[in-house]
């Protein structure tokens, strides 16, 4: 087997890998996240922004985990969704509602649209140019927006019960949507041909929010009766598997797929977790495997100090754990931990220098199996 990372072939995980720790503002400054609602990820500026429900601001966190305003223009804020330049946010109380439009370089408003009939905007998708679809859970509605002149039109008007999160698919022409009301709490297919509805799934979970999708096609919905995070395979066969728990009612989802990270806005906890989605695998006598095995890592994010413990079956021989930065280069080698069984790692590289923060890649590794994770390093 050859070693290192350019070894592994990366494969969606079917382990999970949570983040417990919370993003939070620097160290002795106030937490700005009031009600999380919804987070999206700004690759353009390596960002995560975040709506407040409970005060209508907007909440840039950067990758060291510092907090800083967006836009502060709303009283209540909901869904939001990048497009091109813009991001758009749901607001349905306050001065300010309806569907909102911030250049996302400088967060000044740039438009409003604002929709009379509604009762409670929720999330919002787009077809990645022309249309935004916006729920709208207490009136049973979905909303299309045309982007060209910011004019609206409601899709569908019956038979959602309590739509909330919402995706566009691109490949069927349709829109999948979380039905918090209806039996068997499903997720919905909406054609965008003839706005005819079919169930695609039944969650059987209450509380049932936010949807995303990652690069591999697995869709993930939260709930908040379980605090947990959850994941259909691209066929959408029951029962969905866990992907996170230990949320505080985990709201609008949102998957990274620059990243291959889970953030999970806490709107009770006043919080966003981070979860590595990969990579995840172990390769055993030259073959590589899509397995259960993990690295646990705790704290994760960290700013001090992290203690790394490989989740190996029995009988597998001691190893070293490897720590790689995104482009590959090789950071930090830690050695066999003897008696140990994990390795405890202070965030510098090899020449005893602290590393840049950011999102670090571990690998342990045997002369017969190797199995991989990721960590976060905080300012």
């Known amino acids: 087997m050859k070693s290192g990372l350019a070894s592994f072939i990366v494969l969606v995980i079917a382990g999970i890998l949570p983040l417990a720790a919370a993003v939070t503002d620097q160290e002795g400054n106030s937490n700005l996240l009031n009600n999380p609602e919804s987070v999206v990820y700004d690759s353009s500026e390596s960002r995560y922004l975040v709506s407040n429900w409970g005060d209508g601001n907007i909440i840039a966190i950067d990758s060291t985990g510092t907090q800083t305003y967006f836009n502060t223009d709303m009283d209540q804020a909901a869904g939001l969704h990048i497009v091109g330049n813009i991001i758009y946010a749901a607001s349905t109380e306050g001065s300010v509602t309806g569907i909102v439009g911030f250049d996302l370089a400088s967060g000044l408003r740039i438009c409003t649209m604002d929709i009379p009939e509604k009762e409670l905007l929720n999330d919002i998708t787009s077809d990645g140019s022309d249309y935004l679809y916006v729920t709208d859970c207490d009136a049973d509605r979905i909303y299309c927006v045309r982007l060209s002149d910011m004019s609206y039109s409601t ?224 300012e």
């Open 155 to 378: 899709l569908v008007d019956t038979g959602l019960g309590y739509p909330n999160g919402i995706i566009y698919d691109e490949a069927s022409s349709c829109l999948l949507v979380l039905n918090g009301g209806l039996a068997g709490r499903p997720i919905l297919s909406v054609s965008l041909e003839d706005t005819s509805l079919s169930v695609i799934a039944e969650t059987g979970l209450n509380g049932i929010d936010g949807l995303s999708v990652d690069n591999s096609g697995y869709t993930y919905f939260s709930s908040w009766e379980t605090d947990k995070v959850y994941r259909y395979s691209p066929a959408f066969t029951n029962p969905p598997e866990i992907v996170s728990e230990g949320h505080i009612n985990p709201a609008d989802i949102y998957v990274n797929t620059i990243d291959d990270i889970l953030a999970v806005p806490n709107f009770n906890g006043n919080s966003v977790d981070l979860v590595p989605l990969g990579p995840q695998t172990f390769v055993s006598g030259g073959e590589t495997v899509q397995s259960e095995l993990c690295i646990r890592i705790s704290p994760n994010p960290f700013r001090h100090v992290t203690r790394l413990e490989p989740s190996i079956l029995s009988g597998v021989s001691d190893g070293n754990l490897s720590i790689y930065s995104l482009d590959g280069r090789l950071v930090r080698t830690l050695s066999d931990p003897g008696e140990s069984s994990y390795f405890i790692w202070n965030g510098t590289n090899d020449l005893g220098h602290s590393v840049p923060p950011g999102i670090y890649v571990t690998l342990f590794e045997t002369p017969s199996l190797a199995v991989s994770g990721s960590v976060i390093v905080l």
